[in-house]
Nanobody, 123 residues
Framework: QVQLVESGGGLVQAGGSLRLSCAAS????????MGWFRQAPGKEREFVAA????????YYADSVKGRFTISRDNAKNTVYLQMNSLKPEDTAVYYC????????????????WGQGTQVTVSS
């Protein structure tokens, strides 16, 4: 069982930056690939970024590539999403998710989810 708690969301102007954190419980955090997803009002939840259990591999949605960076600190049981050059279209609730071992993109492949943190980008 893994429990995930996101933090770091807020209101920021376009062009600004935010860093989201996702703290995980459990002693096997380093065995889980982690992902970030987001859901805007009236839209389906979509993939943002993923990182392998070791941190050695990452993958990004085209819409955030070059602006967002996913990273993890297994000693702190935490995964991060650094978001730079934010745009109004990045406004959404951001969720972190965990999947045993393999890094994947598909939402339905993830086993555990956090409650989400709101990110609002004003124009």
């Amino acid at each position: 069982q893994v429990q995930l708690v996101e933090s770091g969301g807020g209101l920021v102007q376009a062009g600004g930056s935010l860093r989201l954190s996702c703290a995980a419980s459990g002693r096997t955090f380093s065995s889980y690939a982690m992902g970030w997803f987001r859901q805007a009002p009236g839209k389906e939840r979509e993939f943002v970024a993923a990182i392998s259990w070791s941190g050695g591999s990452t993958y990004y949605a085209d819409s955030v590539k070059g602006r967002f960076t996913i990273s993890r600190d297994n000693a702190k049981n935490t995964v991060y999403l650094q978001m730079n050059s934010l745009k109004p279209e990045d406004t959404a609730v951001y969720y972190c998710a965990a999947r045993w071992l393999s890094m994947v993109v598909a939402i339905y492949e993830y086993d555990y989810w956090g409650q989400g943190t709101q990110v609002t980008v004003s124009s």
